[in-house]
C-alpha cells in the first residue's frame, strides 16, 4: 500500500457480489426444483468434504440481515443471481410465483436501503431436467434461457439497475464441460465448444427479451485472465494465443460483433477449436459450408452448431461488459500428441491466497487496457464484476476477525482499477467478491472469499477487518 487511495470517478459504483447457490441453501424450499449443483455436490468425491449449497449462508431466510450488512457497509450496488430452479422448477413452462417472491422481497429490501439491485440470471445452477435435456450442449437450452429471463423481467423488470445474463460462460463450459471439474462433471476437452455457443446464443436471445419487457441496462459477465508465457518458443508462443483465444476471445469477439477469432476456425471457416491443436491439418467438416460450426451433437443430423443468423443475434448491443478478474493464466506448449494445445503452468514470482491463486493486480491494468485497445470504439462501459481473494479467515476470542492479506490485495487491485482509468479506460464499478464467505463450488467451505465472516454452524456473520476498510473507502468523501 502506497498512501492514501486515489479518488474515484463520481458515480463510480462500488458494489459486492454473491450467487444464489452459493449462499441461499433452502434447497427444496417454497417450490425450488433440483439443479445440476444440487446432483453434482451429492456425488461422492466431487467436492471438499462432501460439501452441498443445502444451507450454505441461509441466505434465502437471512436475507434481511445480509441487506443491513451491506447497508452497514454503504455499498451502492448488489449483485447477486437469481436461481432458475426456483423461478422455473422444470427448465421450461410456466413461473414458480413462490421463487419469484423471494427476489421480489430481495429486491424490495435493497432499494429501501438504496442499493441498486443487479441481477445475474445464470450463474451455474441449471435446473436438472434442462441439463437431462442435454444441458448447454443442446440448443434448445438458449431458447428455454430466454423464456426464463422473459418470466423475471415480468416481475422484476421495474427495479433491477442493471441486468447480467450469463456469470463466466467460459469458467462453466471449461470447467463444467471441459474438465469436469464443475457440474455437470462432463469431460469433453476441446468438444465442449458447443457449450460456448450456446450460451452465446442464450445471452443474445435473453438480451432480446430483456429489452422487450426493461429499458435497464444488459450486460454479461465474463471471466478474463491475461496470458503469461512460460517459455519462449514459437510452439509456447503459439499455445498462449491458442489458450487465450479461449479463455479471452471465445466469448467476446462474437459479443462484440466480431465473429469466432480466427483461431478457433477450421479450414473452412467452420467453428472448430481443433484448429488450434495442428493448423491446417484439419480435414474438411462434413457441415454445410459456409456456416461456422462443426456439426451440433444436440441437433439433428447433418445440422451445423452455428445457423445463419446466430452471430447477429448474439452480437445484440450490450450497454457494459462485466469483467471478472482473479489472475493471469501461465502456460507453455503442450507435448506433442496431448488433447489440448496448451499446458498451464504456475506462475512463480508473485504472493498466493489460500487457493494458490497468485496476486496479481498487474493482471488487471494490462486486462483492462488490452481490453480497450483490442475492441476500440466498440468495447461498452466495464464494470469489474467480481474481484476477491480467499484466505483461512478465523474469528479470533476477542470476537474480531482480522484479513490483512484481503485489505491489501483490494488495495492493489484498486489501484490498477485507478491506473487504467488514468489509461483511458471507461470502467464504471467494482463488485467484490463477495459479500459473504460461502460456498466455493468444488472446494466447498474449504475457501473463504468474504468480506463477511461465516460460521456455517451457527450462521453468525462476523464482518472482517476488511468490511471496515472497504465501508471506509466507499463512504462519500
Ligand atoms: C468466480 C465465480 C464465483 C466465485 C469466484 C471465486 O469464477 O464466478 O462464483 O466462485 O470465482
Given at each position: 500500500?502506497?498512501?492514501?487511495?486515489?479518488?474515484?470517478?463520481?458515480?463510480?459504483?462500488?458494489?459486492?457480489?454473491?450467487?444464489?447457490?452459493?449462499?441461499?441453501?433452502?434447497?427444496?424450499?417454497?417450490?425450488?426444483?433440483?439443479?445440476?449443483?444440487?446432483?453434482?455436490?451429492?456425488?461422492?468425491?466431487?467436492?471438499?468434504?462432501?460439501?452441498?449449497?443445502?444451507?450454505?449462508?441461509?441466505?434465502?431466510?437471512?436475507?434481511?440481515?445480509?441487506?443491513?450488512?451491506?447497508?452497514?457497509?454503504?455499498?451502492?450496488?448488489?449483485?447477486?443471481?437469481?436461481?432458475?430452479?426456483?423461478?422455473?422448477?422444470?427448465?421450461?413452462?410456466?413461473?414458480?410465483?413462490?421463487?419469484?417472491?423471494?427476489?421480489?422481497?430481495?429486491?424490495?429490501?435493497?432499494?429501501?436501503?438504496?442499493?441498486?439491485?443487479?441481477?445475474?440470471?445464470?450463474?451455474?445452477?441449471?435446473?436438472?431436467?434442462?441439463?437431462?435435456?442435454?444441458?448447454?450442449?443442446?440448443?434448445?437450452?438458449?431458447?428455454?434461457?430466454?423464456?426464463?429471463?422473459?418470466?423475471?423481467?415480468?416481475?422484476?423488470?421495474?427495479?433491477?439497475?442493471?441486468w447480467i445474463t450469463l456469470n463466466e460462460p467460459f469458467v462453466h463450459m471449461s470447467l463444467g464441460y471441459a474438465m469436469g471439474v464443475h457440474a455437470p462433471g462432463e469431460v469433453r476437452l476441446l468438444d465442449a465448444v458447443p457449450a460456448a455457443h450456446h450460451q452465446l446464443l442464450g445471452h443474445g436471445l435473453a438480451v432480446a427479451a430483456l429489452r422487450a419487457r426493461t429499458g435497464s441496462p444488459i450486460a454479461i459477465a465474463n471471466n478474463y485472465s491475461p496470458?503469461?508465457?512460460?517459455?519462449?518458443?514459437?510452439?509456447?508462443?503459439?499455445?498462449?494465443?491458442?489458450?487465450?483465444?479461449?479463455?479471452?476471445?471465445?466469448?467476446?469477439?462474437?459479443?462484440?460483433?466480431?465473429?469466432?477469432?480466427?483461431?478457433?476456425?477450421?479450414?473452412?471457416?467452420?467453428?472448430?477449436?481443433?484448429?488450434?491443436?495442428?493448423?491446417?491439418?484439419?480435414?474438411?467438416?462434413?457441415?454445410?459450408?459456409?456456416?461456422?460450426?462443426?456439426?451440433?451433437?444436440?441437433?439433428?443430423?447433418?445440422?451445423?452448431?452455428?445457423?445463419?443468423?446466430?452471430?447477429?443475434?448474439?452480437?445484440?448491443?450490450?450497454?457494459?461488459?462485466?469483467?471478472?478478474?482473479?489472475?493471469?493464466?501461465?502456460?507453455?506448449?503442450?507435448?506433442?500428441?496431448?488433447?489440448?494445445?496448451?499446458?498451464?503452468?504456475?506462475?512463480?514470482?508473485?504472493?498466493?491466497?489460500?487457493?494458490?491463486?497468485?496476486?496479481?493486480?498487474?493482471?488487471?491494468?494490462?486486462?483492462?487496457?488490452?481490453?480497450?485497445?483490442?475492441?476500440?470504439?466498440?468495447?461498452?462501459?466495464?464494470?469489474?464484476?467480481?474481484?476477491?481473494?480467499?484466505?483461512?479467515?478465523?474469528?479470533?476470542?476477542?470476537?474480531?476477525?482480522?484479513?490483512?492479506?484481503?485489505?491489501?490485495?483490494?488495495?492493489?487491485?484498486?489501484?490498477?482499477?485507478?491506473?487504467?482509468?488514468?489509461?483511458?479506460?471507461?470502467?464504471?464499478?467494482?463488485?467484490?467478491?463477495?459479500?459473504?464467505?460461502?460456498?466455493?463450488?468444488?472446494?466447498?467451505?474449504?475457501?473463504?472469499?468474504?468480506?463477511?465472516?461465516?460460521?456455517?454452524?451457527?450462521?453468525?456473520?462476523?464482518?472482517?477487518?476488511?468490511?471496515?476498510?472497504?465501508?471506509?473507502?466507499?463512504?462519500?468523501?
Amino acid at each position: 500500500m502506497t498512501g492514501p487511495m486515489p479518488d474515484f470517478p463520481a458515480g463510480f459504483t462500488w458494489g459486492v457480489a454473491t450467487s444464489a447457490y452459493q449462499i441461499e441453501g433452502a434447497t427444496t424450499t417454497d417450490g425450488r426444483g433440483p439443479s445440476i449443483w444440487d446432483t453434482f455436490a451429492r456425488a461422492p468425491g466431487r467436492v471438499v468434504d462432501g460439501g452441498t449449497g443445502d444451507v450454505a449462508c441461509d441466505h434465502y431466510h437471512r436475507y434481511a440481515e445480509d441487506v443491513e450488512l451491506m447497508a452497514g457497509l454503504g455499498v451502492g450496488a448488489y449483485r447477486f443471481s437469481v436461481a432458475w430452479p426456483r423461478v422455473q422448477p422444470a427448465g421450461s413452462g410456466p413461473a414458480n410465483p413462490a421463487g419469484l417472491d423471494f427476489y421480489d422481497r430481495l429486491v424490495d429490501a435493497l432499494l429501501a436501503r438504496d442499493i441498486d439491485p443487479v441481477a445475474t440470471l445464470f450463474h451455474w445452477d441449471l435446473p436438472q431436467p434442462r441439463q437431462d435435456a442435454g444441458g448447454w450442449l443442446a440448443r434448445d437450452t438458449a431458447h428455454r434461457f430466454a423464456d426464463y429471463a422473459d418470466l423475471v423481467a415480468a416481475r422484476l423488470g421495474d427495479r433491477i439497475r442493471l441486468w447480467i445474463t450469463l456469470n463466466e460462460p467460459f469458467v462453466h463450459m471449461s470447467l463444467g464441460y471441459a474438465m469436469g471439474v464443475h457440474a455437470p462433471g462432463e469431460v469433453r476437452l476441446l468438444d465442449a465448444v458447443p457449450a460456448a455457443h450456446h450460451q452465446l446464443l442464450g445471452h443474445g436471445l435473453a438480451v432480446a427479451a430483456l429489452r422487450a419487457r426493461t429499458g435497464s441496462p444488459i450486460a454479461i459477465a465474463n471471466n478474463y485472465s491475461p496470458v503469461r508465457l512460460a517459455g519462449d518458443t514459437a510452439a509456447d508462443r503459439a499455445a498462449a494465443r491458442a489458450y487465450d483465444a479461449l479463455h479471452n476471445r471465445l466469448f467476446t469477439d462474437p459479443l462484440l460483433g466480431r465473429g469466432y477469432p480466427a483461431d478457433l476456425l477450421g479450414p473452412a471457416g467452420l467453428l472448430d477449436p481443433r484448429a488450434l491443436l495442428d493448423p491446417g491439418a484439419l480435414p474438411e467438416p462434413d457441415g454445410p459450408l459456409g456456416l461456422a460450426g462443426p456439426l451440433d451433437p444436440g441437433g439433428p443430423a447433418g445440422v451445423a452448431l452455428v445457423r445463419p443468423g446466430d452471430l447477429e443475434t448474439i452480437a445484440a448491443p450490450i450497454d457494459a461488459l462485466g469483467v471478472n478478474y482473479y489472475s493471469p493464466t501461465g502456460v507453455r506448449a503442450a507435448e506433442a500428441g496431448s488433447p489440448l494445445p496448451f499446458e498451464p503452468v504456475p506462475l512463480g514470482g508473485y504472493p498466493t491466497t489460500s487457493f494458490g491463486w497468485p496476486v496479481a493486480p498487474d493482471g488487471l491494468r494490462e486486462l483492462l487496457t488490452s481490453l480497450r485497445d483490442r475492441y476500440g470504439d466498440d468495447l461498452p462501459p466495464i464494470y469489474v464484476t467480481e474481484g476477491g481473494c480467499s484466505y483461512d479467515d478465523v474469528v479470533q476470542p476477542d470476537g474480531r476477525c482480522h484479513d490483512p492479506e484481503r485489505i491489501a490485495y483490494l488495495d492493489g487491485h484498486l489501484r490498477a482499477v485507478r491506473d487504467a482509468l488514468d489509461d483511458g479506460v471507461d470502467v464504471r464499478g467494482y463488485f467484490v467478491w463477495s459479500l459473504l464467505d460461502n460456498f466455493e463450488w468444488a472446494e466447498g467451505y474449504t475457501k473463504r472469499f468474504g468480506l463477511v465472516h461465516v460460521d456455517f454452524d451457527t450462521q453468525v456473520r462476523t464482518p472482517k477487518s476488511s468490511y471496515a476498510w472497504y465501508r471506509d473507502l466507499v463512504r462519500p468523501r
